[in-house]
């Protein structure tokens, strides 16, 4: 088993860790035959035997002592309702020693700032939810924030911002463990969006359309359908009946993204898709995801991915996946 450890402390948010356990604490019968390598085990740990949630919304007990993390794979260390109440001492330095053995380090929104306390952030990038931001800097000022993003990922330490933005870092992980199509089959069980990119800005303005047809929802289900064909904004503007700065404006609004980038993620989402599946050569896997040529494949998984494309498909595809993570870049 991978183990999965997190920490709650006092006054921890419940959301995070239902978080936690709809990714990493659930038996997944869907994946029967589909893993090449071991699921995740969830423990809870802390430094007390019950814990108070926050706001008193309820009490954990018989709680795992902070010892478990001992033992972890993958540390999840606990977020802070308020910030700038330094975390217990006994869970710095767990968290330190789990740094210094190599363990895998992540927060959902404001544990970044248990990581930073720990000094595991130091000379790091890293983010954290925007309200906090200038909280963060003012405590932390060797860490290299970007409140900007929906989560970084450093490697061995990934920070992610607030509320849904700790599944994108969750399903991030497993997609790193066990590729895009795990991931995928996770995030439908969950009802989640399959994947949003960690770079997208996680302050985005989502305005309810008065009219249906405003969404652009429709025009990215048709152009998912043709990733193979050349697609241009001025083509995605038509299909969408405005002008292409106007196209901008509502990529900008609703995915805080341009429609080129979003194409190019839709793109090498497919494309690793097809290289697990092991059935195409280089050449057909950039032809049937609209990346052109297999140099243009090497070179975009490499950027969005941090591996080539034959070293994904040995780590992820049917006979190697899972061997080693994929570190993004």
Request: glycine content about 8%; some cysteine; proline content about 6%.
């Amino acid at each position: 088993m991978h183990r999965v450890v997190a920490i709650v402390d006092d006054g921890s948010n419940p959301f995070e860790l239902g978080v936690a356990t709809e990714l990493f604490g659930l038996r997944r019968p869907e994946l029967d035959g589909r893993l090449q390598a071991p699921w995740y085990e969830l423990r809870l740990c802390s430094a007390t035997p019950t814990v108070r949630m926050h706001a008193g919304f309820f009490t954990l007990s018989d709680v795992a002592p902070l010892e478990a993390v001992d033992e972890a794979d993958t540390v999840l260390v606990p977020n802070r309702p308020d910030p700038q109440t330094p975390p217990s001492a006994p869970v710095l330095e767990a968290v330190r020693a789990a740094a210094a053995r190599g363990a895998r380090l992540m927060s959902f929104c404001t544990g970044a700032f248990t990581l930073a306390a720990a000094g595991v952030l130091d000379g790091r990038r890293a983010t954290t939810h925007w309200r906090w931001a200038e909280v963060f800097r003012s405590l932390f000022p060797r860490v290299d924030l970007d409140p900007d993003v929906l989560y970084v990922d450093e490697g061995s330490v990934l920070t992610s911002a607030g509320s849904s933005a700790a599944m994108d870092l969750g399903l991030h992980i497993i997609r790193k463990d066990h590729g895009a199509e795990v991931a995928n089959t996770v995030s439908r069980r969950a009802v989640f969006a399959g994947h949003r990119d960690g770079g997208q800005r996680q302050f985005v303005e989502r305005p309810v359309a008065r009219r249906a047809e405003a969404s652009l929802a429709p025009v990215l289900e048709w152009a998912q359908e043709r990733l193979d064909q050349p697609l241009s904004v001025r083509e995605l503007a038509r299909r969408a009946a405005v002008s292409p700065a106007t196209l901008h404006r509502r990529f900008a609004t609703e995915l805080g993204t341009t429609p080129l980038a979003w194409l190019t993620g839709e793109r090498v989402r497919l494309a690793c898709l097809l290289l697990e599946k092991g059935e195409l050569s280089l050449d057909q896997v950039a032809a049937a995801s609209g990346l052109g040529t297999a140099s243009n494949l090497r070179s975009l998984l490499r950027k969005q991915v941090g591996v080539s494309p034959t070293e994904y498909r040995r780590r992820f595809g049917h006979r190697g996946r899972g061997s080693t993570p994929v570190r993004a870049r």
